[in-house]
């Protein structure tokens, strides 16, 4: 059974870098040909895909958060990352890892919450 755990930062002031670790148990994220990425959901709205690191390494982000977004990867310790930079309150929201395969999304983290705010 594949668990994924996300890190919980609390509140990011304004301009701060917001940075996330999903934890990865029951399955390698070296795993052929798994997807993992990060996916947010403001109060009120729907779900937004960030970005995805595959199984190689290689990344991938949404175009209109590409320029603040890095994904990156600690093989040694079975986690990835997300760091958001120049946050602001619309960057406020529930902030989910998740495993894709096979074409859909079938393992999810529980979700952390993210609070923008001075």
């Known amino acids: 059974q594949v668990q994924l755990q996300e890190s919980v930062p609390g509140l990011v002031k304004p301009s701060q870098t917001l940075s996330l670790t999903c934890t990865v148990s029951g399955g390698s994220i070296t795993t052929s040909y798994y997807a993992w990425s990060w996916i947010r959901q403001p109060p009120g709205k729907g779900l937004e895909w960030m970005g995805v690191?595959?199984?190689?390494?290689?990344?991938y982000y949404s175009p209109s958060l590409k320029s603040r977004t890095s994904i990156s990867r600690d093989t040694s310790k079975n986690q990835f990352s997300l760091q958001l930079s120049s946050v602001t309150p619309e960057d406020t929201a529930v902030y989910y890892c998740a495993r894709a395969g096979g074409g859909r999304y079938d393992y999810w983290g529980q979700g952390t919450q993210v609070t923008v705010s001075s």
């Open positions: 690191i595959f199984y190689d390494g290689s990344t």
